[in-house]
C-alpha cells in the first residue's frame, strides 16, 4: 500500500476529493473526540481530460429514497444480471440495454478507475442543446477613461463568445435601461425607474415578454420555449449592433451636483437582469455579469446615501450598528441571489473603484449563485482586463472552463451523513437517509445547486459519523461517499459526473495509530478555515477567534487568525467579503496560499528558494517574491534596491545582477498569466510603501519590542503589537498541557 | 279685450297680427291691434282695426315670421350705423356688434376686441342689479389678435423696480390714476389710496393736472399696454426659461390606420419651422420634444450629436417618470436632421402594431415630468385615438348611458368619471403645463374626463370623429398649424381689480382657480377668453363709474415674463332705462350659455333651461315694468338693445348639451360643452345664430346680405351657404339653376354633384372665384377650420343641416322661433301680473 501523503495525492487526482481523515473512526463518540470532523474539500470539475465521455444515461438504483448511480463499489452479480447498491444494500436489475454484461465485458461505471466518471445526458432530436446566456449589467456612473475601458473590454469580450451564445445589455445610472437588440435604425430601450424593484411578472408585461395566449393549443410546437427574444440575441446575429451599442454608450447624462454621488440604480438593474432572464430562460445555464463602477445609492440595494459627505459604512459602523442601509439591502441582494440561484444562473460582479461599492452586501450574489467577484480599483487596469478575458479561457476541445446551473447531490452509506457544505451553492432542501441532523455551514439537505462552476470551484463537505459506538463496523468495512453533479456543459449539453470513493472505518480505541497516520493536515486545515471563515460571516469576529483557538491550533492557525479572512482591522468591508469569496471557491493549494503566502527569495547565493514566512527572510541582499494569492509582490531588500537605483544593471559587466533581477519578474508574470483573478502585482523595495503588503504578512519574530535581542543582522524588524508565531506557540504548549487536564 | 291667454287655449288662438315700428314690437291677441312705439324715450301708441291687415289674417294659427325681431336686420343696422372707428374714451358706451367690421382706436380704454361687457351702465345699487336680472359681465380676450390696421399693446419697461403699482390694491399704473401734490404722488382709481411716486417716473403736471408726459406713456394714456416683468413676477425668483412643445403621439393601431400618425410626423416636419416667436426674423426659442405611446410610452432621444435617433421606452406606466434628461427637448435647427429621421421612422416601426390599447394619464404626466425635468413651461400636444382602458393611472371605463339623459343623474355625464385628472391638471397648472388635445376617436372617448386637463390648463380639444385621411386631413392640418404657430403665454396669473362697488365674483373659461381671485392658465393662446362676472358689494356712483383692470402675468414664447393690462371703465346709472339702453345682447347670451353650460354638471339640464328663461322672462319683465310705458298686458315689448335676446336664448336652450337630439353623442356635448367655456362673443354668436348666406347672386367685393335660419328662407333654386364656427355647409336647392351649378360645380346636373367632396372644385369663372375666396376668408375669420359639407336638398345629409337652422323647430323637441317667442310672452305676462 502506498503511503499516505501519495493515497492522498493519487485520490484528489483523480476524484478531486481530499478527505481530513482518510481512515474513519467508527462511531459518532470517537469521531466528536478527534474534533476534526470527517469532512471533505471536493472539486467537482476536476480537470480531467483523460476522462472519456460517456454516451449513455447513468444506471441508477431502484429504491426511491437511495437512486445512487452504479459503481465500481457495487457488487455485482453477473449470471443473474443482479447489483447491489452499496449505499442501501437494494439489489437491481440491470436494465435490458446491459444484457451482454459480464466479467469480462464490464461498462466503464465498473472499473475500479472510472470512480469519477463522466455522462453525457441524451437530448431528443427536438430538443436543442441550450445556448448559452450572457447578460452584461453595465454602470453608466463613472469616468470616461473608466467607461471607455469597460467598453473596450466588453467590445472584445463578444469575439471571445460562441456565436450561439445569447447576449443582452442592460445599463444602468440614475435609470436603468434594458436594450433590444438588433433593431434597424433607431435603437431601442426600455428605461425602468431605479427606485422600485419589480417582479419578474411585473417585468415580462412591461418589456412584453408575455406569450400570447392564442399559441397554447397549438402542440409541441408552441410549447417549445423561445430560444431568443428581443433582449437576447444570438452574437453572431447582433455582434455588429451590439459593438456599435457600446460604442455609443454614454456616461449617465444626469447632472451630480457639487458634494453628491451620482445616482446609482445598480440594485434595480439587478433585479431587473435576475428578472429577465427569470421569465425568459429558468433553469438554463446564464450569466449576469454586472460591472459596478461605485457604490448603489438609490433604490432598493444601495448601501450609502448620495451625500457624499457621509461616507460607507466601515467596519466601525458595521459593529457600532451605524450602517443603516446594510441590513436591507442585503436582504434585497439575498432574495435576487436566491431567485437566481433557483433558475440555475450566475451572478457575476466585477466592481472596479476606489471606493467601496458594497461587495459587502452583494457578496451572496456572487457567494451563492457561484459566480465571480472581482475588486480592482479601475476598468482601466490590466487587473481587471486580464481577469476579465481569463472568465472565457477555453479548455483543449475549444469550450468555456465553466459550468452552468450544476446540482451536486451526495450519497453515503448508512453509518455517515452528511452535515452540510460550504461553499459557491445554496441549498436544494432536499431531504433524505444521508442528511445529518447537525448542520455544519449549509445543512439540512443532500441536494446543492452549484449554478456557476469552473475546474477549480471547490466545495466543503462536512459528514457526521452516525454510527452508535455499540454496534461496531466489521473489521475492514468501509464508508462510501457518492458525489453526483449534474451540470449544463459549457457546449449546452447536460452531463453528470459521477465521484464515487470509500474509506476504511477504524476503531478509535485500539487502531488509533491509523486514524492519526491518516489525518490529512492541508485539507484539515483548509476545512477548519472554511468553517471559521464561515462562523465569521455569520457570528460575531471575536468569538470566532476564540472557537478556533479552542478547536486547534497549529502553524496555519497562527497565519489564519491574522488573515484578512477572520481579521477586519485595516480592511474594508467589501475587501473583507471578496477575500473570504475567493477563499470559499479556490481549491486547497490556493486557498493555502491565501492562508500562508509563499515567500521565496533570489539571491546571488544560489537558486531561487522559498523561504520561511517570517521578517528573518528580509535580508538585504535578497530579493523577495511573495505569492498572497491577491498580491504577487516583488521585495527588493535594501542592498539589491541600492544597486538597481544605482543602474548596475544596464552596465554589460553586472549582467549577473540584471538577470537577478529578472528572475523573480519571469516568474511572477508566470503566477500572474495563470491565475484567476488576476493578482494584484506589486514591485516595491526596502523601504517603500507598498512593503507594507509584505510587512503585515511576516510572521513578525522581530518587532521594535524585541529587534536588539536578535541581533540586527537578521532580518526586518515589524513595527507591530502582534505576537509572534514564537510566543505563539509558546503560549500554545503551555494551554496545551493546561487544557489537557 | 281679453288678455292672458293661457297655454292651451294659445294653440287655438287665431293671431292677428304683429306690427312694427322701427324698433318696437306689440303682440296684439283676439282681433285687438295697437301700434307702440318707443324711441329716444318716445313713446307712441296707435292704434288699428283689425280688418285693416286682412292678408295677415289669413295664415292662420301663424304669426308672420317677418314680423318678428329679426336678427338679420339688427346685424345690417349696426353695420350702416358704424361707418367711423369706435373710439374707447367715451365711457358707457356700447361698442358695434361683433359682425360689424369696424376699427377701434384706443382712448383710454381697453378695445372691444379684449373685454366686452353685457352692460356698459352698471345699475349703482345691488338692489336695482338684483331687480334688472341683467348679469354684470366682463368676457375678456387678453392676447387677442388685433386686425393689422391696429396697433398691438405697447410694451412698457418701468426698469428695475418693476411696474409702479397701487401700495395697497396693487392695481398697476393706468390712465385712472390721478396724479396729486404736482405729481409727487398719486391717488389709485380702485380703492383711493395715496402713493409716493418713485423719484425715477417722476413729472410735472399741466394746468388741466395732467402730467406732462401723459401722452408718451402708453401705461397713462391707454387702455391695453404691457409692461416687462422683473424677476419678483418669477416663480421661484428666477427669470423663465424658454418654453418647450411636446408631442405626444398614439401609435396604437387605430392611429395607425386611420393614417393619423402618418399625417402627423409627416407635417411635422415643415410645422416645425413655424414655432412661434416675436421676432419673425429670429429662430423660435422654443424646444420641441418627441414622445409616442400605446399602452407603453416611447420617449425618443434626438440629440443633434446622435446618428439615429434613439427609443427608450418606459412600460411602467403606474409610476412615471421621463426617462432622459439631455436630448429630449432640443432646438429644431440644431437636430433637425435626428428629428426629420425620426419623424420618418415613427410611422414604419408601428405601420404593424397590433396593440389597441392605451393609456392617457402617464402621457400626461410623462410630458409634465419632462417639463419639470427640463425647468420649463411649455404645451403638450397630444395626438389620442381611444378611451384608455390600458392598467394605468386615470384608466377609464365605457360610461355612455343614453338612458340617464333627461334624468337627475345626467349631469353625472359631464363631470370626470375618476377624480385622478383633476389632481394632475393642479400639477400642470403649478408648471406651466398646457396640454392640447386632438382626439380621433371611433367610438366613446370620454371627453368629458380626458378634457379634465385641457380644460384646466388653457388647452384646446380638438376633436375628429371617425377621423379619415382622405376627408379630414385638411381640417386637421389646418387646426394644428394655427395651434401651433398661434400666439401664446405660458404659466400665466391673471388678476381682476375692480373699483370700490363692485367685485369679480364669478370666473368661466379654461383654467385652474386655487383661490377666488387669482384665474391661473398653464397656457394663454390669442383665442381663449375668460368671462368675469360683477357682483356689488357696495353703492357705485355715478360720477366715478366703475372701473376694472385685468393684469394677466405670462411668459411670453420667446422667455420672457410680461403683463398685460387691460383697463375698463363703464358708466353707473341710477336709471333702469340707463341700463337697458346699453345693454349687448350677444356678450349677454356669451354669458348665459356659459353659466348654463357650467350649471349642467350640477343640476339637471331641464332645470337648468328653465332658469334660463326665467331670468330672461325677468330682465324683459322689469323693463316692461320699469321703463315701457303702460299698456296692454297683452303686448310684448323689448328693449331695443334686447329684441333679440328670445331667438338668441331659443338657440342656446335648443343646443346639442341642454337638449340632445338622439344622435347627439355624450362626447358630442361634454366637447361643445367644453368649447363653449372659453368662447369669445364673435364665436359664440355664429355659433348659437349660424350666418347662412345665399349664394345665388354674388356681385362686387361686398356679401350676400345672410337670411334668417329658417326653412322658409331657402329657396328651391338657390345655393346657400351656412357657417357655425365649428361647421360649413353648402346647401344645393333641388331646383338650382343648371348655369349656377356649372358655376360652383362644373356640372349641369344636380345629381351628379358629389356629397362627399370636401372642397370645391377650382373653376376658372369669377362666380367660383369669389365663392372660394368667400369660403376661405370665412375660414380665416374662425380660430377652427371648417369642413366643407354639401348638402344636396332632401339629401339625408340635410337633417344634419336642418339642425342648424335654428329659427325653425328643432328635431329634438326644440320650440321655433315663434313659439318661443310666445312663451316667452306668457312668462312675462305671468311675473307682471
Known amino acids: 500500500m502506498a503511503t499516505f501523503p501519495e493515497y492522498i495525492a493519487q485520490n484528489e487526482e483523480r476524484d478531486g476529493v481530499r478527505f481530513s481523515w482518510n481512515v474513519w473512526p467508527s462511531s459518532r463518540l470517537e469521531a466528536t473526540r478527534m474534533v476534526v470532523p470527517v469532512a471533505a474539500l471536493f472539486t467537482p470539475l476536476k480537470e480531467r481530460p483523460d476522462l472519456p465521455p460517456i454516451q449513455y444515461e447513468p444506471v441508477l438504483c431502484s429504491r426511491a429514497t437511495c437512486r445512487a448511480v452504479l459503481n465500481p463499489l457495487c457488487q455485482v452479480d453477473y449470471r443473474a444480471k443482479l447489483w447491489a447498491c452499496n449505499f442501501c444494500y437494494q439489489r437491481n436489475q440491470f436494465p435490458p440495454t446491459y444484457a451482454g454484461i459480464s466479467e469480462v465485458n464490464q461498462p466503464a461505471e465498473l472499473l475500479p478507475q472510472f470512480s469519477t466518471i463522466e455522462y453525457v445526458v441524451q437530448r431528443g432530436p427536438q430538443m436543442p442543446l441550450m445556448p448559452l446566456v450572457f447578460l452584461y449589467v453595465v454602470d453608466t456612473c463613472m469616468e470616461d477613461e473608466d467607461l471607455q475601458a469597460l467598453k473596450e473590454s466588453l467590445q472584445m469580450s463578444l469575439s471571445l463568445l460562441p456565436p450561439t451564445a445569447l447576449v443582452g445589455l442592460i445599463t444602468f445610472g440614475r435609470m436603468v435601461q434594458v ?117 448603489a445609492t438609490q433604490g432598493p440595494g444601495m448601501v450609502v446615501g448620495d451625500e457624499l459627505k457621509t461616507p460607507i459604512r466601515s467596519w466601525h459602523d458595521i459593529e457600532k450598528d451605524n450602517a443603516k442601509f446594510m441590513k436591507k439591502a442585503t436582504k434585497h441582494y439575498e432574495a435576487l441571489a436566491g431567485r437566481a440561484s433557483s433558475n440555475g444562473h450566475i451572478i457575476d460582479i466585477y466592481a472596479c473603484a476606489l471606493d467601496q461599492t458594497g461587495l459587502l452586501e452583494m457578496k451572496c450574489c456572487a457567494n451563492h449563485t457561484g459566480g465571480y467577484m472581482v475588486m480592482a480599483d479601475s476598468f482601466n487596469t490590466s487587473l481587471f482586463k486580464q481577469t476579465f478575458q481569463r472568465v472565457f479561457t477555453k479548455d483543449v476541445q475549444g469550450s468555456f472552463k465553466m459550468a452552468f446551473a450544476a446540482t451536486l447531490e451526495i450519497k453515503t452509506s448508512r453509518e455517515i451523513k452528511v452535515s452540510g457544505a460550504i461553499g459557491p451553492c445554496v441549498s436544494l432542501n432536499a431531504k433524505g437517509p444521508c442528511v445529518s441532523e447537525n448542520e455544519i455551514g449549509t445543512g439540512g439537505t443532500c441536494q446543492w445547486k452549484v449554478c456557476g462552476l469552473d475546474p477549480s470551484t471547490t466545495l466543503a463537505l462536512y459528514f457526521e459519523v452516525v454510527n452508535q459506538h455499540n454496534a461496531p463496523i466489521p473489521q475492514g468495512g468501509r464508508g462510501a461517499v457518492q458525489f453526483v453533479t449534474q451540470y449544463q456543459h459549457a457546449s449546452g449539453q447536460r452531463r453528470i459526473r459521477v465521484t464515487t470513493t470509500a474509506r476504511n472505518w477504524a476503531d478509535a480505541q485500539t487502531q488509533i495509530q491509523s486514524i492519526a497516520a491518516s489525518f490529512d493536515q492541508e485539507a484539515a486545515a483548509i476545512l477548519m478555515a472554511r468553517l471559521a471563515v464561515y462562523r465569521a460571516e455569520t457570528e460575531e469576529g471575536p468569538d470566532v477567534l476564540r472557537w478556533l483557538d479552542r478547536q486547534l491550533i497549529r502553524l496555519f492557525m497562527f497565519h489564519l487568525r491574522r488573515s484578512p479572512f477572520l481579521q477586519v482591522f485595516n480592511n474594508s468591508p467589501d475587501e473583507s467579503s471578496y477575500y473570504r469569496h475567493q477563499f470559499n471557491r479556490q481549491d486547497l493549494t490556493q486557498a493555502l496560499i491565501m492562508i500562508q503566502p509563499v515567500l521565496y527569495a533570489y539571491s546571488f547565493n544560489g537558486p531561487p528558494e522559498p523561504v520561511l514566512l517570517d521578517s528573518s527572510s528580509i535580508l538585504p541582499d535578497r530579493i523577495l517574491l511573495m505569492d498572497t494569492f491577491f498580491q504577487i509582490l516583488i521585495y527588493h531588500g535594501e542592498t539589491v534596491s541600492q544597486w538597481r537605483k544605482a543602474g548596475y544593471q544596464e552596465m554589460p ?64 524588524p515589524i513595527l507591530t503589537d502582534d505576537v509572534s508565531l514564537q510566543v505563539f506557540m509558546d503560549h500554545l504548549k503551555k494551554l496545551a498541557v493546561s487544557s489537557a487536564a | ?110 378695445s372691444p376686441r379684449f373685454i366686452r361687457c353685457t352692460a356698459y351702465n352698471m345699475p349703482c345699487t345691488s338692489d336695482m342689479a338684483k331687480q334688472s336680472q341683467v348679469p354684470l359681465a366682463a368676457v375678456i380676450k387678453p392676447l387677442a389678435t388685433l386686425p393689422p390696421d391696429e396697433t398691438p399693446p405697447y410694451l412698457v419697461d418701468h426698469g428695475e423696480g418693476g411696474p409702479i403699482r397701487c401700495n395697497r390694491c396693487k392695481a398697476y399704473m393706468c390712465p385712472y390714476m390721478q396724479f396729486i401734490e404736482g405729481g409727487r404722488r398719486f391717488q389709485c382709481g380702485f380703492c383711493s389710496c395715496v402713493t409716493e411716486v418713485p423719484p425715477h417716473y417722476f413729472q410735472h403736471l399741466d394746468h388741466t393736472g395732467k402730467r406732462v408726459d401723459c401722452y408718451d406713456r402708453p401705461e397713462l394714456s391707454l387702455g391695453s399696454y404691457e409692461f416687462l416683468a422683473t424677476v419678483d413676477y418669477c416663480k421661484n425668483n428666477k427669470l423663465p426659461q424658454p ?51 400605446n399602452k407603453v410610452l416611447h420617449f425618443y432621444n434626438v440629440k443633434s450629436s446622435l446618428a439615429q435617433p434613439q427609443m427608450l421606452v418606459v412600460s411602467d406606466v403606474s409610476d412615471m417618470f421621463v426617462p432622459l434628461l439631455d436630448g429630449f427637448l432640443v432646438n429644431v435647427n440644431e437636430s433637425r436632421m435626428v428629428i426629420e429621421s425620426l419623424l420618418d421612422q415613427i410611422p414604419e416601426m408601428f405601420a404593424d402594431t397590433r396593440e389597441t390599447e392605451t393609456v392617457f394619464g402617464p402621457v400626461i404626466q410623462a410630458g409634465l415630468e419632462a417639463l419639470k425635468a427640463a425647468d420649463c413651461a411649455g404645451k403638450l400636444f397630444i395626438f389620442h385615438t381611444s378611451l384608455p382602458i390600458a392598467e394605468a393611472p386615470g384608466k377609464l371605463k365605457n360610461r355612455e348611458d343614453k338612458k340617464l339623459i333627461g334624468t337627475d343623474k345626467e349631469k353625472s355625464l359631464f363631470q370626470p368619471q375618476v377624480g385622478f385628472y383633476g389632481s394632475l391638471a393642479k400639477e400642470c397648472v403649478a408648471q406651466g403645463c398646457c396640454v392640447d388635445l386632438f382626439l380621433f376617436p371611433n367610438q366613446y372617448v370620454d371627453v368629458a374626463t380626458l378634457g379634465v386637463v385641457p380644460v384646466s390648463t388653457g388647452g384646446s380639444i380638438y376633436k375628429y370623429t371617425y377621423f379619415q385621411a382622405q376627408t379630414d386631413r385638411e381640417r386637421f392640418l389646418n387646426d394644428l398649424r394655427r395651434n401651433v404657430q398661434k400666439k401664446v403665454g405660458f404659466d400665466a396669473v391673471m388678476r381682476v381689480r375692480t373699483s370700490t362697488g363692485i367685485r369679480a365674483t364669478d370666473f368661466f373659461g379654461s383654467f385652474y382657480m386655487s383661490n377666488t381671485t387669482d384665474v391661473e392658465l398653464a397656457g394663454l393662446d390669442c383665442d381663449k377668453t375668460i368671462t368675469v362676472e360683477f357682483r356689488h358689494d357696495d353703492k357705485l356712483s355715478e360720477e366715478t363709474g366703475a372701473l376694472m383692470q385685468c393684469a394677466v402675468l405670462y411668459t411670453s414664447c420667446s422667455g420672457q415674463r410680461r403683463l398685460r393690462i387691460h383697463n375698463m371703465a363703464v358708466n353707473c346709472c341710477s336709471q333702469l332705462a340707463d341700463l337697458y339702453r346699453n345693454c349687448e345682447t350677444d ?35 322689469c323693463y316692461r315694468k320699469n321703463c315701457a310705458s303702460p299698456s296692454s298686458a297683452g303686448q310684448l315689448i323689448l328693449p331695443e338693445c334686447m329684441k333679440l335676446l328670445p331667438v338668441y336664448l331659443n338657440c342656446v336652450l335648443k343646443s346639442d348639451v341642454l337638449l340632445p337630439g338622439a344622435d347627439v353623442s355624450l362626447d358630442d356635448r361634454a366637447y361643445l360643452r367644453q368649447l363653449i367655456s372659453c368662447m369669445d362673443v364673435t364665436e359664440s354668436h355664429v355659433f348659437f345664430y349660424p350666418r347662412l348666406l345665399p349664394l345665388m347672386k354674388l356681385e362686387g367685393d361686398a356679401l350676400p346680405v345672410a337670411v334668417r335660419d329658417s326653412e322658409e328662407r331657402l329657396s328651391k333654386g338657390g345655393v346657400y351657404l351656412l357657417e357655425t364656427g365649428l361647421h360649413l355647409f353648402l346647401w344645393v336647392g333641388a331646383n338650382a339653376q343648371q348655369e349656377l351649378l356649372i358655376n360652383v360645380f362644373g356640372t349641369p346636373s344636380f345629381s351628379q354633384i358629389d356629397p362627399n367632396m370636401t372642397s370645391l372644385p377650382v373653376l376658372d369663372n369669377p362666380f367660383s372665384q369669389r365663392l372660394r375666396e368667400i369660403i376661405d376668408s370665412f375660414r380665416a375669420q374662425r380660430s377652427r377650420y371648417m369642413k366643407l359639407m354639401v348638402v344636396k336638398q332632401e339629401d339625408k345629409a340635410e337633417l344634419i343641416f336642418r339642425h342648424f337652422l335654428v329659427e325653425d323647430k328643432s328635431a329634438s323637441g326644440g320650440a321655433s322661433y315663434v313659439d318661443f317667442l310666445c312663451h316667452m310672452h306668457k312668462e312675462i305676462r305671468q311675473l307682471l301680473s
Not at chain 2, 318696437?24 to 291687415?53: C, E, M, P
Not at chain 2, 418654453?243 to 405626444?248: G, N, R, S, W, Y
Open chain 1, 179 to 295: 436594450h433590444e437588440l438588433g433593431c434597424e435604425g433607431i435603437s431601442k430601450s426600455y428605461v425602468f425607474r431605479g427606485t422600485k424593484d419589480l417582479s419578474a411578472k411585473q417585468l415580462q408585461e412591461m418589456l412584453g415578454l408575455t406569450k400570447p395566449s392564442a399559441s397554447q393549443g397549438r402542440g409541441p410546437q408552441a410549447a417549445q420555449p423561445p430560444l431568443s427574444n428581443r433582449f437576447l440575441q444570438p452574437v453572431q446575429k447582433i455582434d455588429m449592433n451590439l459593438t456599435d451599442l457600446l460604442g455609443e454608450l454614454q456616461r449617465d447624462p444626469w447632472p451630480v451636483t457639487q458634494g453628491k454621488r451620482p445616482l446609482r440604480s445598480l440594485g434595480v438593474a439587478m433585479s431587473i437582469a435576475v428578472g429577465l432572464l427569470e421569465c425568459t430562460f429558468p433553469n438554463t445555464g446564464a450569466r449576469i455579469m454586472t460591472f459596478v463602477g461605485g457604490p
Open chain 1, 653 to 716: 559587466e553586472y549582467e549577473n545582477f540584471r538577470h537577478l533581477l529578472q528572475a523573480p519578474v519571469d516568474d511572477a508574470q508566470e503566477l500572474l498569466h495563470t491565475r484567476f483573478p488576476m493578482p494584484r502585482y506589486i514591485d516595491t523595495e526596502h523601504g517603500g510603501s507598498q512593503a507594507r503588503f509584505l510587512l503585515s504578512k511576516v510572521n513578525p519574530s522581530q518587532t521594535h519590542n524585541n529587534m536588539y535581542a536578535w541581533g540586527q543582522e537578521s532580518g526586518a
Open chain 2, 1 to 110: 279685450k281679453s288678455d292672458s291667454p293661457t297655454l292651451a287655449e294659445f294653440s287655438l288662438l287665431t293671431v292677428c297680427t304683429l306690427f312694427i315700428f322701427h324698433s318696437l314690437y306689440v303682440f296684439i291677441f283676439y282681433l285687438i291691434l295697437f301700434y307702440f312705439a318707443h324711441f329716444a324715450g318716445q313713446t307712441l301708441l296707435n292704434v288699428k282695426q283689425a280688418s285693416d291687415l286682412p292678408a295677415v289674417q289669413k295664415s292662420r294659427h301663424r304669426i308672420d315670421p317677418d314680423a318678428i325681431p329679426s336678427p338679420i336686420q339688427v346685424i345690417e343696422d349696426d353695420k350702416a350705423k358704424s361707418t367711423e372707428p369706435f373710439t374707447t374714451g367715451v365711457r358707457g358706451q356700447a361698442p358695434p356688434l361683433v359682425t360689424t367690421n369696424f376699427q377701434v382706436k384706443d382712448q383710454g380704454n381697453a
Open chain 2, 243 to 293: 418654453p418647450a412643445f411636446i408631442f405626444l403621439i398614439d401609435v396604437s393601431y387605430n392611429a395607425v390606420k386611420s393614417g393619423m400618425v402618418s399625417i402627423v410626423c409627416q407635417e411635422l416636419k415643415t410645422l416645425l419651422d413655424y414655432l412661434p416667436r416675436e421676432n419673425p426674423d429670429v429662430d423660435s426659442v422654443v424646444r420641441v420634444g418627441f414622445v409616442t405611446y
Open chain 2, 587 to 621: 356678450t349677454i347670451i356669451n354669458f348665459f350659455s356659459k353659466y348654463a353650460f357650467r350649471s349642467v354638471l350640477t343640476s339637471p339640464t331641464k332645470t337648468v333651461r328653465d332658469s334660463l328663461v326665467n331670468q330672461c322672462a325677468q330682465i324683459l319683465a
